[in-house]
């Protein structure tokens, strides 16, 4: 079997092992690049946690400074995962989105004791300032990181959808989905994903790419990778 992944590279690493254990071979063909933002340190008094929302937040944030002694509150177990490999030791995942992050958040925090700060990217998913504002919360978001879009369909990716050569395109976020769709479209792909499956993150996910003509769509049964992955059965 194989699969086109649209992740962004520095994200895919793990992905691609994972893939191979199942004796599934992933090529990478991403759609958005990371690109980091240099600023001058953050202020970090007043903070009681660290949100972070992505593996590039963590990134991020450890470029910025080296400060590691903050709880971690992050969306999911991957997420969590590049949080204490970047050195925090005080991590939690919500195992979800943004909603159960905003959860977790309202569980172990006080409102009263500090600033939550989301070091994040130029673009965000859900509203999870609102959601945290409603719980009575000081959220601060810092811009750490852009998301650059692919303006063409990836030469890797244009030539095995037309070859007919993969079996599946992995999708992680809406707004990959939109870019895939959208491009796709224009190199005039469409009808290539007739043999095609689509294994999406969530259902978020699943709806942005509805309109192409898939031979299917499979939706992890939670917004996590561990999830997705079982999409293709045990190692």
Known sequence: MRVLITRPEEDATELVAELAARGIDGTLSPLLTIEFIDEPALDLAGVQALLMTSANGVRAFARNTPD?????LAVGDATARAAEAAGFADVASAAGDVDDLAALAAERL?????????PAGSKVAGDLAGMLARLGFDY?????YA??????????ARAGIAAGEFDGVLIYSPRTGAIFKRLVQAAG???????????CLSANVAAAVAEL????????????QTALLALFGET
């Open 68 to 72: 590691r002694g903050l709880p971690v």
């Open 110 to 118: 006080d409102p009263a004791a500090g600033v939550l700060l989301h």
């Open 140 to 144: 601060r978001r810092s811009v750490l």
């Open 147 to 156: 998301a650059r879009t692919a303006t063409e369909l990836p030469e890797s």
């Open 189 to 199: 792909l469409d009808a290539a994903l007739a043999t095609v499956r689509a294994y």
């Open 213 to 224: 003509p898939w031979a299917g769509i499979e939706t992890a049964a939670r917004p996590e």
